[in-house]
């Protein structure tokens, strides 16, 4: 019976007998060495608990793959939620009903229910200040703890060796003597003392993992599980005001679960030969772009200039859709419930994911579905991805005019080749590997700049839209320093690779308007120039509700559209002789911030 979304007796059991196997074996653990044994069975298609386990290349071997483990364990966006007594007193009772009603639903009686809330909320308040800064996390060399795997059982017992070993790894792990990433070494070592003495029982992390189990399949269960997970993280925490139809909410669920299938049925319909072409096209101008404004940056150094080239030289780029066959072992039933569905698609996914590590790294396998209307660099492999779902309106479409192209994808493309060279993306080589290849004077010069971006974009205000008096919050230069320089460099590479495009093609005496609309080809150069900042911005505009703003200034290293759009216009010269924006204006400040 698949009785997802749902409203019936006998969906609401069923839901129960869904949950009912885990929950068990959750009760039935009687101690925290059992309980976390029984969290890292259950994380294999379940929540984390507190250990965070991710298999990917191994930042300074980046031919291979290595197991990476990092915190975990909190239900709000960011640990800020929990330290702003502000913010945390907004959300509060929202968050505490939220955790009672999935405990009500799941058949505890009220004052079980509440109580058992309020623990696994005073919990995760108790753990949030142990957590590592997102600004931290940033840094790819803090992050970079290679700790063999003795080791790390040895100085985290629970967190790492009992979950491990319950994910069925350990002995595996042991026997080939094979080295973790730990990421968050200092969370894992607070985190164990926390629990060696009696502050947190077993009562208490018992009803942790219960929660976190049922909060993690509320999406797929009956009606009232549902409601109850939309209300909190959709309508509280992003100000969503009603959910998505069933078609949309069905449609990423098998994207998110089959991605390869989507996005190869995606590209099929919406994406051809010829716009892989024109595509792969301004790439290469807008890499040539990169090259010729690394040649002459006068902060570069000599050495580090030569090795900044040498790195775009060898940088990569996968275009459209991925080519490779996935195959599915396993089998689902439209007559189980979707949660069974989705549990048996986890457990593949961890098993195929784990089986990696030790491996050598495939550098043709996609990150993303091809369907994705997104992009992204990869610096442990050197490579720019475009997926077939951004080379589409308004991105990029064949036949226009090409400063809409430019303005769009291009500065897309730019961003992209720019996170070679952001404030993490510089500590990796042309090899993908972790190394410094900068000398201090050119690393100090650097700093120098961006530290000038980072004051820049901590003064911009994110308004309410229903009151703009009302100032939501600021920007967070440091958290979205990287995306920042990604963003200006971008805009300013794909600007001069087109401009580059249009002298190419008044010298060569052609037209490269015989696609284009009447209305189109008849723009001045002026006209052309600044459509493409137009088409720049309208790529990247968006309107979001204040709950949704709030969080993403707390969690999105990306700065919020208004930014993104105005900032690097505010500092672009181009931009200001363009439009001729008188100096000392908003948008053509005396001060501007340049990087790239």
Not at 150 to 177: C, D, I, K, M, W
Not at 222 to 244: D, H, I, Y
Not at 354 to 370: E, H, L, P, Q, Y
Request: charged content about 20%; glycine content about 6%.
């Amino acid at each position: 019976m698949n009785f997802s979304n749902e409203t019936s007796a006998a969906a609401d059991d069923a839901s129960l007998q869904v949950l009912a196997p885990a929950l068990q074996q959750i009760a039935a653990a009687t101690s925290k060495d059992e309980l976390f044994q029984v969290a890292g069975e259950l994380s294999k298609a379940g929540p984390d608990f507190l250990t965070g386990l991710g298999v990917s290349a191994d930042a300074r071997d980046a031919t291979t793959y290595a197991l990476y483990a990092s915190q975990s364990g909190l239900s709000l966006p960011d640990r800020q939620y929990y330290l702003d007594k502000k913010k945390f007193d907004e959300i509060s009772d929202a968050f505490h009903a939220y955790v009672v009603e999935l405990f009500l639903l799941a058949g505890w009686e009220s004052g079980a229910a509440a109580s058992r809330a309020s623990a696994v909320i005073g919990f995760e308040q108790t753990l949030a200040p142990l957590f590592v800064a997102k600004e931290k996390l940033q840094d790819p060399v803090a992050t970079y703890n290679r700790m063999n795997v003795a080791q790390v059982a040895e100085e985290f017992p629970l967190t790492f060796a009992r979950f491990v070993n319950g994910t069925g790894l350990l002995a595996s792990l042991r026997a080939h003597s094979t080295d973790v990433i730990v990421e968050t070494p200092t969370f894992f070592e607070k985190v164990e003392q926390l629990l060696a003495g009696n502050t947190v029982t077993l009562d208490t992390l018992k009803a942790v993992l219960t929660y976190q189990y049922i909060s993690s399949y509320a999406g797929v269960l009956s009606e009232p599980f549902v409601q109850a997970s939309f209300s909190f993280f959709a309508r509280t925490l992003r100000g969503q005001k009603a959910r998505s139809p069933r078609w949309k909410v069905c449609l990423q669920r098998v994207t998110d679960n089959f991605p390869d299938l989507v996005g190869k049925y995606f590209a099929l319909l919406r994406f051809d030969q010829a716009s892989g072409q024109l595509a792969s096209q301004l790439v290469t101008q807008v890499q040539a772009s990169l090259q010729k404004n690394l040649g002459r940056v006068d902060w570069l150094d000599g050495p580090t200039r030569q090795a900044a080239l040498e790195k775009l030289g060898n940088m990569t780029n996968l275009i459209g859709y991925s080519t490779e066959r996935e195959h599915f072992p396993y089998q689902l039933s439209s007559d189980a419930p979707l949660a069974d569905n989705m549990r048996i698609v986890k457990k593949h996914a961890f098993d195929r994911v784990v089986a990696r590590i030790g491996g050598s790294v495939d550098r043709n396998k996609w990150a993303m579905t091809s369907a994705a209307v997104n992009a992204y660099y990869q610096p442990t492999a050197n490579q720019i991805v475009f997926p077939a779902g951004i080379l589409q309106p308004p991105f990029f479409a064949r036949g226009r005019h090409p400063a809409r192209n430019f303005g769009a994808i291009g500065s897309v493309i730019g961003h992209e080749l720019t996170h070679g060279f952001d404030a993490s993306g510089r500590y990796y080589g042309g090899d993908g590997n972790l190394q410094d290849w900068w000398s201090s004077k050119t690393a100090d010069e650097f700093s120098k700049r961006t530290d000038c971006l980072v004051n820049q974009y901590d003064s911009f205000a994110m308004n309410s839209g229903d009151d703009a008096s009302k100032v939501l919050g600021y920007v967070n230069g440091n958290y979205t320093l990287s995306e920042n320089i990604a963003d200006n460099g971008g805009v300013k590479l794909s600007f001069a690779a087109y401009q580059k495009y249009i002298d190419q093609v008044q010298k060569m005496d052609a037209d490269a308007t015989d696609s284009m609309s009447l209305e189109e080809r008849s723009i001045s150069a002026n006209e052309a120039d600044k459509l493409f900042f137009i088409s720049f911005a309208q790529a990247f505009c968006a309107k979001a509700s204040d709950a949704s703003i709030t969080q993403r200034l707390a969690t999105d290293p990306h700065s919020p559209e208004r930014w993104r759009i105005n900032g690097v216009a505010s500092n672009s010269r181009d931009f200001a002789r363009v439009f001729s924006c008188p100096s000392g204006s908003p948008m053509n400040p005396e001060s501007k911030c340049q990087l790239w």
